[in-house]
């Protein structure tokens, strides 16, 4: 007789944004005349760039010409798109990362989700609390979490680290008591759209180093970076490359939320004893993965072509201007706010201690506008709740002045 696999039934409810969904449906099914206004996921609304259009258009037609057919991609993913985001997204930051240093996949959820695969059951993970349910969930599903306090909302061998308006959202490192192994970082954050500098990332990278722990360093937000001294990669800290891996995106820097496409960059020099993790990723990618699609990954290209980084600059500044209506509007409108700076997040404080999912019904049924509960995100999120800035300009304006209509 066949079994399952019994971590899959230890996991609370069902993913965050697939319980939002189905309220929303609900919802929208009872009240078919409303205008429901998404700010919920962190899903883009502005069509791909021409240079993204034009570059796909061509790949389609070198896919049906017999001389310029490909088949099956490179493991690892094609030259021209590892060699076009070595020299961009990180020699022109000074970072020394080879292209084969690379490894091209089609998203960074599914990597992030994926890494904890080459790492030991017994590795003690560690996670900001609010967090991005993807890397406690993988973790969970691995077994590597223990049991499950439904009081509390939280597993018993996972690590959390508060992020609250008392520390401005971020992490503080661990205490002697609870050494983690694997600690994943999220910067620009997600959920709480906080921000490190170089020199706190630095104390991090210096932490990881001297406990012999890697760091799993989400950058899927990197584009939206307006500050100086917030870094864009971990490798901008000295002696990241022996204790990080790094996880990037094309969705929300490119709007490929529908197109598919991420990369993780694991230094050859980040080893366990002999062994490297370069060569684990890359036997577990050969095993189980075929590879971005050739006309996506030339899609990828043309994002660091000049016509495409002028394009993106754009779009990216579109959805900013955005974060600033909902941060100002609702900062004005009295509520406490934060994110939306480096980040198309804002994470505002829900009104007289209501709860998270109470706001996100109150929002729901009396203004019509979905946002994402703080939460769903950790037991530190309860309290607060999160906007997205992907939606249409005059979506947004809407949104906001139908939340200033409500009086608490
Ligand atoms: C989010 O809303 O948190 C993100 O869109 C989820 C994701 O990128 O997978």
């Given at each position: 007789?066949?079994?399952?696999?019994?971590?899959?039934?230890?996991?609370?409810?069902?993913?965050?944004?697939?319980?939002?969904?189905?309220?929303?449906?609900?919802?929208?099914?009872?009240?078919?005349?409303?205008?429901?206004?998404?700010?919920?996921?962190?899903?883009?609304?502005?069509?791909?760039?021409?240079?993204?259009?034009?570059?796909?258009?061509?790949?389609?037609?070198?896919?049906?010409?017999?001389?310029?057919?490909?088949?099956?991609?490179?493991?690892?993913?094609?030259?021209?798109?590892?060699?076009?985001?070595?020299?961009?997204?990180?020699?022109?930051?000074?970072?020394?990362?080879?292209?084969?240093?690379?490894?091209?996949?089609?998203?960074?959820?599914?990597?992030?989700?994926?890494?904890?695969?080459?790492?030991?059951?017994?590795?003690?993970?560690?996670?900001?609390?609010?967090?991005?349910?993807?890397?406690?969930?993988?973790?969970?599903?691995?077994?590597?979490?223990?049991?499950?306090?439904?009081?509390?909302?939280?597993?018993?061998?996972?690590?959390?680290?508060?992020?609250?308006?008392?520390?401005?959202?971020?992490?503080?490192?661990?205490?002697?008591?609870?050494?983690?192994?694997?600690?994943?970082?999220?910067?620009?954050?997600?959920?709480?759209?906080?921000?490190?500098?170089?020199?706190?990332?630095?104390?991090?990278?210096?932490?990881?180093?001297?406990?012999?722990?890697?760091?799993?360093?989400?950058?899927?937000?990197?584009?939206?970076?307006?500050?100086?001294?917030?870094?864009?990669?971990?490798?901008?800290?000295?002696?990241?490359?022996?204790?990080?891996?790094?996880?990037?995106?094309?969705?929300?820097?490119?709007?490929?939320?529908?197109?598919?496409?991420?990369?993780?960059?694991?230094?050859?020099?980040?080893?366990?004893?002999?062994?490297?993790?370069?060569?684990?990723?890359?036997?577990?990618?050969?095993?189980?993965?075929?590879?971005?699609?050739?006309?996506?990954?030339?899609?990828?290209?043309?994002?660091?072509?000049?016509?495409?980084?002028?394009?993106?600059?754009?779009?990216?500044?579109?959805?900013?201007?955005?974060?600033?209506?909902?941060?100002?509007?609702?900062?004005?409108?009295?509520?406490?706010?934060?994110?939306?700076?480096?980040?198309?997040?804002?994470?505002?404080?829900?009104?007289?201690?209501?709860?998270?999912?109470?706001?996100?019904?109150?929002l729901l049924e009396q203004v019509n506008v979905v946002g994402t509960p703080g939460s769903g995100f950790g037991p530190s999120g309860e309290g607060y709740f999160r906007l997205t800035a992907f939606g249409s300009y005059e979506n947004?304006?809407?949104?906001?002045?139908?939340?200033?209509?409500?009086?608490?």
């Open positions: 007789m066949f079994r399952i696999n019994e971590n899959y039934i230890k996991l609370p409810g069902s993913y965050l944004f697939s319980t939002i969904g189905k309220k929303v449906s609900v919802y929208s099914t009872a009240h078919p005349d409303k205008k429901i206004i998404r700010l919920g996921i962190g899903d883009v609304t502005l069509p791909l760039v021409p240079a993204v259009t034009e570059a796909l258009h061509g790949a389609v037609d070198e896919m049906g010409n017999a001389e310029t057919f490909r088949g099956y991609a490179p493991d690892l993913g094609y030259e021209f798109l590892r060699k076009a985001i070595a020299d961009n997204d990180y020699r022109a930051r000074g970072c020394d990362i080879d292209a084969d240093e690379i490894f091209i996949s089609d998203g960074a959820k599914c990597d992030t989700g994926n890494i904890q695969e080459i790492f030991s059951l017994d590795n003690r993970v560690a996670v900001c609390d609010p967090v991005y349910p993807v890397y406690v969930d993988s973790n969970v599903m691995a077994g590597r979490t223990g049991t499950y306090d439904s009081e509390r909302e939280t597993w018993s061998d996972v690590i959390y680290m508060p992020c609250t308006a008392e520390n401005r959202f971020a992490p503080e490192l661990p205490g002697e008591s609870r050494t983690p192994d694997l600690i994943y970082l999220c910067f620009p954050n997600n959920p709480t759209g906080a921000t490190i500098t170089r020199a706190q990332l630095q104390e991090w990278v210096d932490y990881a180093q001297k406990k012999g722990a890697v760091i799993l360093y989400d950058a899927a937000y990197e584009a939206y970076i307006s500050e100086e001294d917030v870094p864009h990669s971990i490798y901008e800290c000295e002696g990241a490359k022996s204790c990080a891996i790094e996880f990037r995106s094309f969705s929300k820097n490119a709007g490929f939320t529908g197109v598919r496409l991420g990369f993780t960059v694991i230094p050859k020099e980040l080893k366990c004893g002999d062994v490297s993790l370069h060569a684990l990723w890359a036997r577990r990618h050969g095993t189980k993965y075929n590879g971005a699609p050739y006309i996506v990954q030339r899609a990828g290209e043309a994002v660091y072509s000049e016509a495409g980084k002028a394009q993106l600059k754009e779009q990216v500044a579109y959805y900013m201007k955005n974060a600033k209506y909902i941060f100002n509007g609702l900062k004005e409108a009295g509520y406490t706010v934060s994110g939306g700076v480096n980040s198309p997040y804002i994470w505002l404080k829900t009104p007289k201690g209501m709860s998270s999912w109470e706001f996100f019904d109150c947004t304006v809407e949104a906001v002045d139908r939340i200033r209509t409500l009086q608490f």
